[in-house]
C-alpha cells in the first residue's frame, strides 16, 4: 500500500551530524571523569536519544547528568544551527514527501536543538508534526515517539502506513551511523535520501 504520511529521524538522518555528536559526547564525557572513545560512541549509544546517551554512559545516579545534557544542546547549536547540516538533496526530498503525504520528525534530540536547523535550512514548514525528547517519557528506542507522531499526524493511522527512515535498523535504514551489518533487520538500506528514492517509495 502506498504510504500515508512520511516520518524522518533528525539526527544522523535529514542532519548528516553523527560525527559532530560524536565529538561533543566525546569531549563532554571527558571533561565529567568518563572518557569515551568515537567507536565506543557508535557501538554502544549511537541510536539512542541524546538524554538516553548521557544517562547510559555517566550512570543514572551521576550528579553531572543535567548538565552534561544542557551542554550538549549548546555545543550542538553552535555548531550546526546555520542548517548546513542537512544536504541539498535531502531538502530536496523532504518537499518533495511533504507536497504529497503529511511528513513528521520524531527525534531522541531536544526540540530547541532541532528547530533552528530546520528554520535554517528552509525545512520547518514542510513538516507537520515534531516529536522530540522534550515530548515523550521514554526516548528512543521505545517507540513512544512514533505512536506520538501518529496521533498528531492523524488519529486512524497505523504504523504500517507510516513510511520511516532512520539510520538504525527501524524502517528504511540510511547508511552512514551503523554498520551496514547491524542494520540487517531493516525493510530497506539506502545510501542517501533523494528525490528519485521518495518518487520509488511513494508511488
Known sequence: MRPRAVIFDFNGTLSQDEPILCEIFVE???????PMSAQEYFDELAGLSDPEVVRTWLGREHPD??????E??????AAVADGSSIPDEVKAAVRHA?????????????????????EAAGLRAAFTVLVSSDDVERGK???DGYVRA????????APADALVFED????IAVLGTLA????????????????????????
Open 141 to 143: 528506542p521505545e517507540p
Open 65 to 70: 547528568v543535567d548538565e552534561v545534557i544542557r
Open 28 to 34: 563532554l564525557f571527558a571533561e565529567h571523569g568518563k
Open 168 to 171: 538504525t535498523e527501524a524502517g
Open 72 to 77: 550538549r544542546i549548546v555545543r550542538y547549536r
Open 98 to 118: 511533504a507536497e504529497r503525504v503529511p511528513v513528521a520528525i520524531v527525534s531522541g534530540a531536544a526540540r530547541e536543538e532541532i528547530e533552528p536547523v530546520l
Open 150 to 157: 501518529l496521533e498528531l499526524l492523524d488519529g486512524d493511522l
Open 180 to 203: 551496514p551489518e547491524r542494520l540487517a533487520a531493516a525493510d530497506e538500506i539506502v545510501e542517501r535520501i533523494d528525490v528519485p528514492l521518495i518518487q520509488r517509495l511513494l508511488s
